[in-house]
């Protein structure tokens, strides 16, 4: 029903910056909370960012506060993960993911559709 393509993912330095982007084909886009989570190698996914429907709430993993800002444009269906201060250990497939409720969410069982993935490596 929900179909998530991820993009900009790639090779960027340690402290550089990268804006990763999520393109929804769903009908009731700004009805669906969304999140990005990542998983690195050998390590379970993990939660990254959520955003509710509407773009007002945002909660974070602690490791990235600060320096990740997760928002969306609903007329575009479109939910963007802006990384800066790249550091190694954030290195790892990043994965868009909604869910049908317009609440934010931080557990991967609470979402119903997943994308592709998009590899984001950090060099040092």
């Known amino acids: 029903q929900v179909q998530l393509v991820e993009s900009g993912g790639g090779l960027v330095q340690a402290g550089g910056s990268l804006r990763l982007s999520c393109a929804a084909s769903g009908r009731t886009f700004s009805r669906y909370g969304m999140g990005w989570f990542r998983q690195a190698p050998g390590k379970e996914r993990e939660f990254v960012a959520t955003v509710s429907g509407g773009g007002s709430n945002t909660y974070y993993r602690d490791s990235v506060k600060g320096r990740f800002t997760i928002s969306r444009d609903n007329a575009k269906n479109t939910v963007y993960l802006q990384m800066n201060s790249l550091k190694p250990e954030d290195t790892a497939v990043y994965y868009c993911?909604?869910?049908?409720?317009?609440?934010?969410?931080?557990?991967?069982?609470?979402?119903?559709?997943w994308g592709q993935g998009t590899q984001v490596t950090v060099s040092s």
């Open positions: 993911a909604a869910r049908t409720y317009n609440t934010p969410a931080r557990e991967r069982y609470e979402y119903d559709y």
